[in-house]
């Protein structure tokens, strides 16, 4: 006997964006990826850290993320788009989704949309002299940005736009085909964009960050955007205990980053967050099998790494930036301001989290 439900009506449903997840209808689809379009109601977030250190509005044109990175802090933002129990979902749409799995992050992707019309009106009631972080949650140049051209779209409204605070962090080259309208951004608003370049060593790259583009062809593009006047720097995090956090790979790191033009180096260490330690775990146990009691011990209790490991680092990254004449990034900074500060060795431990989540 089939069971109903005597007052359907009366049924609790998906509400907020777990509601939009549910009703976001098939985009399109790649190897093991799926992509939905979402339709929004914002597309600015305000981030306030709870320590009252630094205020921003971020941007992510994409919910979700096709890179697949190990340490992915961002996994856990997926679990947002989960109904809560009992909560019915649209009839059209029964497949259940696990949204709690880390790994459905990178193999369902959303896209937003409106999100041009949705920027130009929200820019009209907020301050300008206001941070905007593009790219916080999700790769703002992930592959499907070649078809589905959002990020593009963004950029356009700012190119419209003067005196705006904005700076974007991706592991990209596609950013290349943007520099017309980055260039003419620059002009007239505060524009910084980090390119994240975690290792030089192509294969631990591959390994490490499955689907994101080469280290080299990532160097070769902050040289691009250097070339067209745009201030540009290597993130170089994170820095992964056992595996890129020693002097001679910081160096190596450092040398072509110079070489390239950067403007300025950044480094930070690794934090796991609940939501990425299975999926880094995994690659440690399968990759650096030796590390593997180390990396249980240091995160089994916390998500950031103990202050004298993190003052240790931040030793070594002013080493190396002295030696190859590089700036330093203050990871105490928001994303446009502060670029070339001395990285103070005392580097509070949400430090990265703020700048990055």
Known sequence: MTKTTLFPILQPRATGVARLAAEAEHADGGHLVEFKRMEVRSILNKSVSKRQLSLAYSINPYRGCEFGCRYCYARYTHEFLAPKTGAAVPSE?????????????????FIKENAAWLLEQELRKIDPAEEIALGTATDPYQPIERRARVTRSLLEVFARKSGYRLGIVTKSRLIERDIDLL???????????HLTITTADVELARLLEPRAPRP???FEAVRRLRAAGITTGVLCSPLLPGITDHSEALDGMARRAAAVGASFFAAQPLFLKSCSRPTYLKFVEEHFPALLPEYRERFATADFAAGPYRRRLATLVEDVCKRHGLQERSSDALLTRDCGRRTPASVRPDAQQRLFA
Not at 183 to 193: C, M, Y
Request: proline share 3%; no cysteine; net charge neutral.
């Open 183 to 193: 260039a003419q951004i620059g002009r007239r608003n505060t524009l910084v964009v």
């Open 93 to 109: 749409n029964k497949t259940q989704v696990d949204f709690h799995d880390p790994e459905i992050f990178e193999r369902l992707i």
């Open 216 to 218: 080299d062809l990532r």
